[in-house]
């Protein structure tokens, strides 16, 4: 069975702390995300990485950074903590370019205070 | 801009009849979709795809229909059962691009 794991289902954290949001996934793929969801607002991704050490900027990187050292594993970093990044934070895995689908972690719900 | 516009936030359905939700997108060089399911507290599970090669897929209870002109496709639920009550998201990508762009969701509600 294919598993994405992330490491906290749920965290409280304080403004202006660094945190450090951890994805590991079983399934050998290459590409790897990090969405946050809001309400009213979907998914929107912040960054992905199609390989080790490889990383791109999705639609709403402000305020965070990413590390891609081992393939399995996908770590988000906020850099700083701010209320606004109050929110459900999703990582996911696919295999390829095309004609996959992508497999989700169980989520992890930050609220920073 | 958003490329994945999914307009009705919320549906409710009465348990046996039909649930359709609708997506539209805006990019004609998208040639995958998905529909994913979300359930309060979890991670979005894959429900079906379809490519643009086609104009529908089915699974079980669920298809999806694709209708590239007005670049609008639907998931079609048949019967919906309470069980389906969740958060639907579309999303859609393009050969030799990596990521999903999803739609804002529709929480569909089934009734018993």
């Known amino acids: 069975d294919v598993k994405v794991t992330q490491s906290s289902r749920y965290l409280v954290k304080r403004t202006g702390e660094k945190v450090f949001l951890e994805c590991v996934q079983d399934m050998d793929h290459e590409n790897m995300f990090w969405y946050r969801q809001d309400p009213g607002l979907g998914l929107r991704l912040i960054y992905f990485s199609y390989d ?3 990383k791109e900027k999705g639609d709403i990187p402000e305020g965070y950074s990413v590390s891609r050292e081992k393939k399995e594993r996908f770590s988000l970093i906020l850099e700083s903590a ?3 990044q109050t929110s459900m934070y999703l990582c996911a895995s696919r295999d390829s370019f095309g004609g996959a689908e992508a497999f989700f972690g169980q989520g992890t719900r930050l609220t920073v205070v | 801009d958003q490329q994945v516009k999914q307009n009705s936030p919320s549906l409710s359905v009465q348990e046996g009849r039909i649930s359709i939700l609708n997506c539209d997108y805006t990019n004609s060089m998208f040639d995958y979709f998905l529909w994913y399911k979300k359930y309060p507290a979890e991670g979005p599970t894959f429900l079906i795809s379809i490519s643009s090669i086609k104009d ?5 209870r669920f298809t999806v229909f694709l209708n590239k002109s007005a670049k609008h496709l639907s998931l079609h639920i ?4 309470p069980g389906d009550s969740a958060v639907y998201f579309c999303a859609a ?5 990596y ?3 999803f739609g804002t969701g529709t929480r569909l509600k089934v009734l018993a």
């Open chain 1, 52 to 54: 080790v050490k490889m």
């Open chain 2, 93 to 97: 990508s393009s050969t030799g691009t």
């Open chain 2, 78 to 81: 048949v019967p919906s059962q």
């Open chain 1, 82 to 84: 701010s209320t606004n």
């Open chain 2, 99 to 101: 990521k999903y762009i």
């Open chain 2, 56 to 60: 529908k897929n089915e699974d079980g």
